[in-house]
């Protein structure tokens, strides 16, 4: 039997299969009460064939929580916490409920009147920018009951598990950590004494729940911070847990204030599987992998090589809600793989909307769907096979109209291939395979290698047009910008040119970031050859990252504006940022490009300074303009017209796909 599919017991309560959903932030909730976005969108994640279903965080005390949090705080909360459940259990999944305090996490903003954020030890957050209050003693108890409480709640609601948050920087964490918790009395100081609220809060769980209550605890494998509590602090913490009453352990990795990538696209599949193998080196009871988990083949080879009992697959599961059930049926070449953008989950919780997801427009909107079947079947045409276009095409044929796309390239994908060039990048090439696959299952009319004109789409017979012709590379009005060692990022990612040692590259949006990741790691040292190395000490530890780290290439990124990445994610932003730092690449903001020349690039800093940058190759990356020459060639045509993605609107890969899907869906 499929190792992925085997059953397996938490405490006395059986899963159906190894893969576990943990707990995310979803922004679904108004003033703690669960809604009905919410229920379906775990009830698909349910019907898709997931085992365990983990919702969270839900609140154990107002100071601890934010208003779009689940709330758990009060007996009130429990008929929505019952209705949660209820969504879950009803289609096929074990449900979850993990409960947190935020404590120096916690934004005062959101609190109620009068409430501050509290802590161990009054220390700063890097997160909050602020500090927190001291816990009394007596408060400390409080909250380990309220832990208790909520619990409680979770049980009586009818959630067959209850998982505690002691990882991530949260409260619990910040008793653990040195860094966070100077006390001096029973609950600081040594290590044993740093562990005893995260114990006590399971032994008061057992208490009030009983014996056969499973109890999870999501704790980290490593904080990932300076000085902070790392694999071996983190092992003992576990056996302790295990001790004090847990019945398994997911393993999480860093603080939200780590500076170390935990989630997005450069941190690679499967990353931090080796912190639960260590955990599961040290612990009898069942442990959970976590991170950048999105393939069920590397799901399947952790369980089978004792690396976790369970594969916890988050966004993976927002992105193809019935992964589950394809890889079962043996269909995982229809699986839609997470490709960590980050833009419509972790990005939409720092802007407090609700969560999405650039792959599935549905995600989020289960409410709104299935798409119903359109009253008359029409035939389509999409020029243009980009994200946006096959988003399109695979809205209209679940419509039901007879959908033809058209795209000149030999491939389907558009800007996300060359999105994918970049080292660590890669993962949006799997998203424009897995796209791809979606329409050809739908049974779209593929043409590629093929450049479609106004009288082809008059005379094909076809009475609704998607324009999705996509953006072309802008280039600016410099002097020099026409001189042969002058040329596109695009074109220098697709591999179409050479560069020589230094380069100076013009724009610092994504694509200019990009850029000067990818040609700042030009000549380091591949992981294969670092791993052969170290092995054989045949270099120091040191002079090996200064390999992994020292390229071939002199490279300079100008920007006019003050910011680096404007149009990157949050989420990814500051790990690319990491990256420019570590990798070399000089960068200039608040500078303006005079001129190119015979020397270089002349460029003017804020205050009217000027300069010239030495450059054997100047790239632009000074953005792009929509392209769309056929609407004008077809208004008057009498067919329904439409025009979606970069050729309406420049924006992010997310609003290309969310857009094409909305105008599929409308026709």
Known sequence: MDSLFNPIMINKTEVKNRIYMPAMHLNMCIEFEVSDRLCEFYAERARGGTGAICVGFVTVDTAGGMPTNIGGHDDKFVPGLRKLALAINNNGARSVAQINHQGRYAFSMFLKKGETPVAPSPIASRLTGETPRELKSDEILTIIDKFAQTARRVKEAGFHMVEVLAGTGYLISEFLSPLTNHRTDEWGGSEENRMKFGCEIVKAIRKINGPDYPIIVRMNGNDMMDNGMRGDDLRRFGKALEDAGADALCINVGWHEAQVPQITMGVPRANYAYLSRRMKETVGIPVIASHRLNDVDDARDLIENDFCDMAGMARALIADAYMPIKAMEGREEEIVHCCACGQGCFDHVFLLKPVECLLNPKAGHELDYPIEKAAKAKKVA??????????????????????????????????????????????FGVLADDLETQVRLAGVKINVGFEVTAEMLKEGGFEAVILATGALPVTPPIPGAGRPNVIQ?????????????????????????????ALAEIGTLPAETLKFLFLNNAESVDELRYLATHGVKDVTL??????????????TRWTMALDMKRYGVKTLTNTKVIEINDEGVLVEQKGGKQELLPADTVILAAGSKPHCPLKEKLEGSGMEIAVIGDASKVALAFDAIHNGFKAGKAL
């Not at 990022?489 to 990741?517: N, Y």
């Open 558 to 571: 100008v920007e006019m504006i003050a910011k680096v990445g404007k149009d990157i994610g949050k989420s």
């Open 489 to 517: 990022a695009w074109d220098f990612l697709k591999g179409e040119c050479i560069v020589g040692k230094r380069v100076v590259i013009v724009g610092g949006g994504a694509v200019g970031v990009e850029t000067a990741i």
């Open 382 to 427: 999409i020029v243009g096979g980009g994200v946006a276009g096959m988003a399109a095409a695979l809205a209209a044929t679940e419509r039901g109209h007879d959908v033809t796309l058209f795209e000149k390239e030999y491939y389907l994908g558009g800007q996300i291939v060359i999105a994918s060039m970049p080292p660590g990048r890669e993962e």
